[in-house]
């Protein structure tokens, strides 16, 4: 078995949660509200954003050029047509510029985009890998799993068709196997390391679908937050 499918299988029973959340099930049969999906897309514009970083730190990190020019057109990619994606469906739904610079992180989206940076900081290139691929191959399932659904909302439908298709797949593929590649050449503490940065990323690709599903918020409101975000010059 190799790397990736004994991760595939440790994660199983994390990702059916994921699969038979109210939140994806909502998306699929078209009851899921737009103040959900809203609130969705502004928090996942930010994580996207992060995302898209530490794919890039995967670039600087990759022992050889090709694997940093592979890292880094995944980098664009995610800047090109996931948060063009959201582009698109920002102005659908009608999100301001306003609510965009007013926006602030949930604490499941900065919890998660922190831990990807945590890999990023103190882990090699398989750390990296690890702790992104559930959010490629989780959502690549998603899409899989929802291609026979025809949910009345276009916007779910162009959702499920994004994640279901055939580009996504290639990226996904490409991007176990990397991971496996590397998995062959490292120790098994590193291997270890790895797993756990990849359930680790299964639970918050979980908790993201719940924050969304609750319109999560930080418990004495976001102002604490405020200063933190103000300081690393952040932005959604
Ligand atoms: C939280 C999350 N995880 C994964 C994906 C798919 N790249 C996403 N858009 N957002």
């Not at 949660?17 to 897309?41: M, Q």
């Amino acid at each position: 078995m190799s790397f990736s499918q004994y991760l595939r299988k440790e994660a199983d029973a994390i990702w059916e949660a994921s699969f038979n959340h109210p939140f994806v099930k909502g998306i699929g049969d078209g009851t899921l509200s737009l103040e959900n999906f809203r609130y969705y897309v502004l928090q996942d514009a930010y994580y996207l954003t992060h995302f898209s970083r530490v794919q890039a730190l995967g670039a600087a990190k990759a022992t050889d050029l090709a694997t940093t020019a592979s890292m880094a057109a995944h980098a664009q990619g995610t800047n090109e047509a996931e948060l063009s994606l959201h582009e698109n469906f920002s102005k659908r739904l009608g999100i301001t510029d306003e609510e965009r610079q007013n926006f602030k992180p949930a604490p499941t989206a900065y919890a998660y985009t922190s831990h990807m940076y945590r890999a990023a900081q103190f882990g090699h290139l398989g750390d990296i890998i690890a702790a992104i691929l559930p959010c490629y191959w989780l959502y690549y399932e998603i899409g899989e799993r929802l291609q026979e659904c025809s949910p009345e909302e276009s916007i779910y439908k162009d959702w499920i068709a994004a994640y279901g298709g055939e580009w996504f797949r290639e990226l996904v593929e490409e991007q176990i196997q990397r991971l496996d590649d590397i998995a062959e050449t490292v120790t098994e503490s590193d291997r270890q390391r790895m797993k756990e940065l990849f359930i680790t990323s299964s639970i918050y690709e979980l908790q993201f679908w719940e924050m969304a599903h609750t319109l999560e918020e930080w418990p004495f409101g976001n102002e604490v937050f405020q200063t933190v975000t103000a300081e690393v010059g952040e932005k959604a």
